[in-house]
T-cell receptor
Framework: ETGVTQSPTHLIKTRGQQVTLRCSSQ?????VSWYQQALGQGPQFIFQYYREEENGRGNFPPRFSGLQFPNYSSELNVNALELDDSALYLC??????????????FGEGSRLTVL | AQKVTQAQTEISVVEKEDVTLDCVYE???????LFWYKQPPSGELVFLIRRNSFDEQNEISGRYSWNFQKSTSSFNFTITASQVVDSAVYFC????????????FGAGTTVTVRA
């Protein structure tokens, strides 16, 4: 186990709704990244948070937004859900700084189905 | 732009056979990092290795070995004497820097090891 926990593990929403996914990073990690993994594909980078600020964003529209809290946990919010948002959403934590090893620690993901 | 290509979609072997997974990457950067991750059915991505662009030494870790060749932009992964527990999806990924966790993943190779 990586120590990264995500909730909920599964959820079903309908088109147009909003969803919030949560991630608790591994103890001591200050950076959280979010990835979207559609079925049968590799993960796609959504954005990264470091010190509560967005620190890099992939090719995702503004309806994908996030937060990082002082305890380094994070949320991913998606507004106006579309069918193509159905995917496994993976959170990864890491340590940016002196002790950086370049390794990402992933959670087991939140599987979102949009009907 | 970065790009990672894993040409093999699925590989099926019998236990104890060796299996090699191919990874070809494209980048304009001179400094970059290559990764391999394993994704078992549970969903979380498990870190296997990170290699920087200045270190072309091959690496062996138990039954796993990696062959990095900058001349062909390849970072191939071999599992020796495969076991059923090696069955998973394996992803090759690329990033631009040590604190840049914007990984670009390939589409993955599904490895099935039959007893």
């Amino acid at each position: 186990e990586t120590g990264v926990t995500q909730s909920p593990t599964h959820l079903i929403k309908t088109r147009g709704q909003q969803v919030t996914l949560r991630c608790s990073s591994q103890s001591g990690h200050n950076t959280v990244s979010w990835y979207q993994q559609a079925l049968g594909q590799g993960p796609q980078f959504i954005f990264q948070y470091y010190r509560e600020e967005e620190n890099g964003r992939g090719n995702f529209p503004p309806r994908f937004s996030g937060l990082q809290f002082p305890n380094y946990s994070s949320e991913l919010n998606v507004n106006a859900l579309e069918l193509d948002d159905s995917a496994l959403y993976l959170c990864a934590s890491s340590q940016t700084g002196t002790f950086n090893t370049g390794e990402l620690f992933f959670g087991e993901g939140s599987r979102l189905t949009v009907l | 732009a970065q790009k990672v290509t894993q040409a093999q979609t699925e590989i099926s072997v019998v236990e104890k056979e060796d299996v090699t997974l191919d990874c070809v990457y494209e980048t304009r950067d001179t400094t970059y990092y290559l990764f391999w991750y394993k994704q078992p059915p549970s969903g979380e991505l498990v870190f296997l290795i990170r290699r920087n662009s200045f270190d072309e030494q091959n690496e062996i870790s138990g039954r796993y070995s990696w062959n990095f060749q900058k001349s062909t932009s390849s970072f191939n992964f071999t599992i020796t004497a495969s076991q059923v527990v090696d069955s998973a999806v394996y992803f090759c990924a690329l990033s631009e820097g040590p604190n840049d966790y914007k990984l670009s993943f390939g589409a993955g190779t599904t490895v099935t090891v039959r007893a």
